[in-house]
């Protein structure tokens, strides 16, 4: 990444500083507006249902700008959270989760692209910096995302992540533009022996980033309590990811290192299903932080690995990681309404996530020549 490295790694910054300042408070913002677990599940639901509708469009009109989408999605973004500063009606938070949606595909797919072009022996170390940023940053940013709240409220916590986003678009301008073409057809045929990995990977995604979230929300009433919580369950797993995955380039034994580290994600989700109280809770949450910041960055760098058109292959990825958060959104309702707790919707996810280490051992390994 020489060619616009500055403003590569500027607006991955800021929109990692921006994002999770966002994530961490947006459940107990929701829950501060009257919003019940079922509902702010629904509102999950749409959100990520939102992603497949810009992923459509680009494959439809066959091509993207880099530079342009990037700047597209950081103003997207943080025109939502001006929204959510501004407005706190049904309506504006519907419009936030649909913006939102549109948002983090037109920033993320070009980046991908652009992260990933130069191909390298040490993908699976690229992967794990690609993850371990957002993770390292995650360690702090919490915290400060509750302290903020505690002290000014959610509206400063919003206005603060929207500067923060801004200030990113600044970087983007330094970003080399570059057209990446590519067909929905072209993307599916990309990522073929990929298609059912990612898709169950989008469960795990869901699982994390807001099941995980919204029973930890039960535990605690004060914003600086949860986000000092998901701060300090976060650290465990940043010195591990970066260990692991460079052990994983010199042995060159994916198929292990992916099968311990998504079986080991999807038990951690099961196992913490059946936390009764904070400790077990705690323990449960270091537990999956720890394996999903292990387990991610390897079918990224698999993918990468195969050497093909990697425009096609991340407009792929997007597609079914897009549609694994979507149905795992719509099966979280369905457990929800059928068994009454989130805990059991847990369950069924971990469930979920850890068929992804079946499914890969007896099925795709050999077509995708893992050793």
């Not at 921006?18 to 019940?36: D, H, N, R, V, W």
Request: no cysteine; charged share 15%; aromatic share 16%.
């Amino acid at each position: 990444m020489k060619n616009g490295n500055e403003g590569v790694l500027g607006v991955f910054f800021a929109w990692t500083i921006a994002t999770i300042l966002l994530g961490t408070m947006l459940y107990p913002y929701l829950q501060s507006e009257g919003f019940s677990e079922l509902e702010m599940l629904g509102l999950a639901t749409i959100g990520f249902g939102a992603f497949l509708i810009p992923i459509l469009l680009i494959a439809s009109y066959g091509r993207t700008h880099s530079k342009s989408s990037i700047f597209a999605g950081m103003s997207i973004m943080a025109a939502s959270l001006l929204l959510l500063y501004s407005d706190s009606s049904l309506a504006a938070i519907l419009a936030y989760f649909l913006l939102s949606g549109f948002g983090i595909i037109l920033f993320w797919y070009p980046l991908n692209v652009i992260w990933f072009r130069k191909k390298t022996e040490e993908n699976a170390f690229r992967g794990a910096l690609y993850y371990a940023i957002p993770v390292s940053i995650g360690v702090a940013v919490p915290a400060v995302a509750g302290l903020i709240t505690g002290l000014w409220g959610f509206a400063a916590l919003f206005a603060t992540a929207a500067a923060v986003m801004v200030l990113g678009l600044a970087f983007s301008q330094r970003i080399e533009e570059k057209k990446l073409r590519g067909s929905l057809r072209q993307a599916v045929s990309a990522v073929s022996g990929f298609r059912t990995l990612f898709f169950i990977e989008g469960f795990a995604w869901f699982s994390i980033s807001v099941v995980a979230l919204l029973i930890t929300l039960r535990y605690f009433s004060l914003p600086a309590d949860f986000g000092s919580f998901i701060s300090v369950t976060a650290f465990i797993a940043v010195a591990l990811s970066f260990i692991f995955a460079k052990m994983s380039d010199k042995s060159k034994k994916r198929r292990e290192f992916l099968l311990v580290f998504s079986g080991g994600l999807g038990i951690s989700l099961v196992l913490s299903s059946f936390a009764g109280t904070l400790e077990w809770w705690f323990w449960g949450m270091v537990g999956i932080s720890f394996f999903k910041t292990l387990f991610f960055p390897f079918p990224l760098a698999i993918l990468v690995d195969r050497r093909g058109n990697l425009a096609h292959a991340m407009l792929g990825r997007e597609l079914f990681l897009s549609l694994g958060r979507f149905a795992a959104g719509i099966v979280s309702v369905g457990a929800y309404l059928a068994l009454g707790s989130l805990n059991s919707v847990l369950l069924a996810l971990g469930a979920i996530v850890f068929a992804y280490s079946l499914v890969f051992e007896f099925s795709k390994k050999k077509k995708l020549g893992v050793k």
